[in-house]
């Protein structure tokens, strides 16, 4: 019978179809990996891989086992946690996906509090593009998503978070610079910087230049929120960034000005999301709580939802 080892190989195989990152990922050396592929090959009396000096291909049959694989390993997880679960909730290690647009302004905010008062519980982090964590979250890299809602698939379970405004980032001799506060009707004939597509924050932003009428750069796509600031200080055009983001880079910064919507502004919801079914599930809401409550007392600019 095939290891749960073997099974973990030949699922870093199918996601990197590649023996030396796929061996790097699961931490071991590429002769070690390769030869228990094979090994498992035999078990199975089929070919799995395909390998040749250009490329690694799962075959029909590989593929098909990868997958089968994935929900062994997540189950085996599963079991794990039940184990963990019995000291109680929030003092073991969380596996977190966050995008890009929210980890380095959200975390700062919720970690140190999260800390002292759990210090059994670790979080361990990963940054990325939307696509990318969805995939991760269903292959159990990770455990839990802090991302923008909603998320599509019967399969993820999510809990809203709080939602946040999107202010009106400017140069500093823009007309809307001399306005307190402005109305999105304004941003008609506005040239809008935004992030590269298959961040969430750039759809967002899509729907509201078709909304008010304004010019969505395609020439000039940000690949980060400073990114952004940077080109919108240039005069290149102005943009809409996160709440939590003004905050931290924006608020004391000289280069940009930043102004809000006046009545209920344009904004994103942040979740959690995990895959359903969890035997976690309870400890995730525990955590979506004591998120919220953070928040309530230390970030004013967000409607809390949770």
């Not at 905010?109 to 969805?134: A, C, F, M, N």
């Not at 923008?148 to 809307?176: C, K, M, N, T, W």
């Amino acid at each position: 019978m095939p290891t749960l080892q073997q099974l973990r190989y030949l699922v870093a195989v199918d996601d990197t179809l590649h023996f030396r990152r796929a061996a790097e990922a699961c931490h071991v050396t590429q002769p070690t990996l390769s030869a228990q592929i094979k090994d498992l090959e035999s078990k199975l009396g089929a070919v799995l891989v395909e390998r040749s000096r250009a490329r690694v291909v799962m075959t029909p049959l590989g593929a098909a086992v990868a997958d089968h694989a994935r929900r062994a390993l997540r189950e085996v997880d599963e079991i794990r946690n039940l184990s963990v679960l019995n000291g109680g909730t929030l003092q073991s290690t969380i596996k977190v996906g966050i995008v890009q647009s929210l980890g380095s302004y959200l975390l700062p905010l919720i970690v140190p509090d999260l800390h002292q008062s759990h210090p059994k519980l670790k979080l361990y982090v990963r940054e990325g593009l939307p696509h990318h964590l969805t995939e991760a979250l269903a292959t159990g890299a990770v455990d839990l998503l802090l991302f923008p809602l909603p998320v599509r698939g019967a399969e993820y379970d999510q809990l809203s978070l709080f939602r946040e405004p999107l202010l009106l980032v400017i140069p500093h001799d823009h007309p809307f610079a001399a306005r307190d506060n402005i109305t999105p009707d304004l941003l008609k004939g506005e040239t809008i910087l935004a992030l590269e597509p298959g961040h969430k924050l750039y759809e967002q932003v899509r729907v509201i230049c078709d909304q008010y009428g304004a010019h969505l750069s395609h020439d000039y796509e940000g690949t980060s929120l400073d990114t952004l600031r940077q080109m919108v200080a240039m005069g290149m055009g102005v943009s809409l960034l996160p709440a939590l983001y003004v905050k931290s880079e924006v608020a004391h910064q000289d280069i940009v000005v930043a102004r809000r919507f006046e009545g209920t502004p344009p904004s994103r919801t942040i979740g959690m999301v995990w895959r359903q079914g969890t035997v976690r599930e309870q400890e995730y809401r525990d955590l979506g709580r004591e998120i919220c409550a953070i928040l309530k007392a230390g970030a004013p600019e967000l409607t809390i939802l949770g």
